[in-house]
């Protein structure tokens, strides 16, 4: 019979846990030490106590979880058998999750922690365009004015739900408050994709990673600065992270259940729909990225990469994109939001270009003396004049009438030139930067921008890497038998890339760096959810490469 451990290999055994919640501790108390308001150290060397605190943290998983594991017992010479039964034991189990669940705890506090400085650094900013939002917020929910207005109605129905008039949205306490509900909306949506990503990963200490890895990217400064600023980008972002744990946590259900309950199918798949509307109607090129999201969902379908029973909330999502396209389409056209893309293209890439000139006057663009003059004015004063001088009134005639056609026949008159445009702007598109944006009340913290260096990479050639490693899990997925649903949401991320390029670079020549900011943003997420793929597949593959690893007490936890 095998007797009982030594209290001191007992201590020995669980000597790496408590090594690791001593760590957890100290990195603890540095987080609150570094919240606004809060001094609780009696002294201000914390970057050593969080630095000790991350050493302890990784020791005690290298002696618990690694080959290190032999060593460390191998120095106490404990008994292989009473390894077995302390890894059998509840004392393991108990501490095992007590130590996982508070390191995921210590990664939401320390994103709450970094995502409050952000407060101490900016202040809320109205601009020219919040006006066009808050003027349709005005108008009832009742009225067709509202649906089908020259903003899509997601941003004015937050506005109007926080009670935004045209009176008061410049006032300073009134702009705080939309901060901050665009603050905590975004720490909600993007703490709801971080924790589905993690499900969505096998490994254990993979998942912990991916959960604080996708939290991390949120704070970068392309997702957070806008969070302060009254325009659609924080709502977009936000939604756009909502949408993706709402694929993913479906494909997972999916996946995960033979026959899961027809009642929690049918409420995710109708919280995804609703998620989806409000998504695509933030911004109207965010309906293209559904279209995409769209088409893998018919792939998924058609290929029978689920049972049939399984297929019906694909096919409803699928639908229910068609439907939102035809829909959002409707409301472009009819509540006239697509003619200032017009009039800016006349501006800037048309009229001052002899050859798209000549094409627009073929087709019979009146090129009057009014027109060309107001080609010096400033942008604002030129889309004004567009608008309402009576003198214009033949050039917006002809917009109406014949300025999209003419517009898409040009681009299509020039293919190679209107294919090879966005990738020779890919720098400006994928690597804007947004940062005049702010009205900063102070410089950001450095802890912040080190964040932002190391997860929102700029370097081409970090891109291109997660460019190329993203297609090689696209192609694995898609045809290899190990189908996981990050992969699936890698690969839309992925193929939506090029057409939102090639949308926003022709869409609308102003202001190109902000128009594309969720083509940056998708693009890294891509990246890191890719690094994370294939994390988890290597770390699978643990056993087969570490022969050396002590099989005498398999750890009893499934991955």
Not at 124 to 137: E, L, N
Not at 195 to 207: E, F, G, I, Q
Not at 469 to 487: D, I
Request: one cysteine or more; charged letters at 15%; a positive charge.
């Amino acid at each position: 019979m095998s007797r009982s451990p030594s209290m001191r290999h007992h201590l020995t055994l669980m000597g790496p846990h408590l090594i690791f919640l001593l760590g957890l501790g100290l990195i603890s108390l540095v987080i609150l030490e570094n919240l606004p308001g809060v001094d609780i150290l009696p002294f201000t060397n914390w970057k050593a106590l969080g630095g000790g605190g991350l050493v302890l943290a990784l020791l005690a998983f290298l002696l618990t979880y690694s080959p290190l594991q032999r060593t460390w017992i191998s120095l106490w010479h404990v008994p292989a058998e009473e390894v077995h039964a302390y890894h059998h034991s509840a004392a393991f189990r108990i501490l095992d999750s007590l130590c996982l669940g508070l390191a995921y705890l210590g990664c939401w506090g320390a994103f709450l922690a970094l995502k409050k400085t952000y407060g101490w650094s900016d202040s809320p900013r109205a601009f020219y365009d919040t006006y066009s939002y808050v003027a349709v917020a005005e108008k009832p929910l009742t009225s067709s004015a509202f649906w089908i207005a020259d903003r899509s109605f997601t941003l004015p129905l937050f506005y109007k739900m926080l009670g935004v008039n045209t009176a008061n949205y410049g006032d300073a306490g009134i702009m705080a408050r939309v901060a901050l509900v665009q603050r905590w909306f975004s720490v909600v949506a993007w703490s709801i994709l971080a924790s589905v990503v993690a499900m969505a990963l096998r490994n254990r200490w993979v998942r912990l990673v991916g959960f604080g890895l996708i939290l991390c990217f949120s704070l970068s400064l392309e997702v957070s600065l806008w969070d302060f600023l009254l325009l659609s980008e924080s709502l977009s972002l936000s939604l756009l992270a909502l949408t993706l744990a709402g694929w993913l946590g479906l494909l997972l259900l999916l996946e995960s259940l033979q026959r899961p309950p027809h009642g929690a199918t049918a409420g995710l798949t109708l919280v995804i729909a609703v998620l989806m509307g409000l998504y695509s109607f933030t911004r109207d090129t965010n309906l293209y990225f559904l279209l995409i999201g769209a088409a893998a969902l018919a792939a998924l379908t058609m290929l029978k990469r689920v049972t049939l029973h399984l297929r019906w909330p694909l096919i409803g999502l699928t639908l229910f994109i068609l439907a939102l396209f035809a829909f959002q389409n409707f409301t472009l056209i009819h509540g006239n939001r697509w003619q200032i893309h017009i009039y800016d293209n006349l501006k800037v890439r048309i009229i001052p270009n002899p050859s798209a000139r000549a094409f627009f006057v073929n087709a019979g663009l009146p090129l009057t003396p009014r027109f060309l003059e107001i080609q010096s004015l400033s942008q604002r004063d030129y889309q004004k004049a567009m608008f309402t001088e009576p003198a214009l009134q033949s050039v917006r005639d002809w917009v109406e009438q014949k300025g999209r056609a003419t517009y898409l026949a040009y681009l299509l008159s020039r293919p190679l030139p209107t294919l090879i445009e966005p990738l020779q702007q890919a720098f400006h598109l994928l690597n804007g930067d947004n940062r005049e944006y702010r009205r900063p009340l102070d410089a950001l913290p450095q802890r912040l921008l080190l964040i932002d260096r190391i997860l929102y990479p700029r370097q081409m050639t970090v891109l291109l890497i997660f460019i190329g490693l993203s297609l090689a899990s696209l192609v694995g997925y898609w045809t290899g038998k190990n189908l996981r649903a990050l992969g699936w949401v890698v690969s839309v991320l992925l193929v939506s890339l090029y057409p939102l390029m090639l949308i926003t670079w022709h869409g609308n020549p102003l202001e190109i760096e902000r128009h594309a900011t969720q083509i940056g943003v998708q693009l890294r997420l891509m990246g890191w959810l890719t690094l994370l793929v294939w994390g988890d597949w290597v770390a699978s593959q643990r056993r087969k490469w570490c022969p050396f690893v002590l099989k005498a007490h398999p750890p009893t936890h499934t991955p």
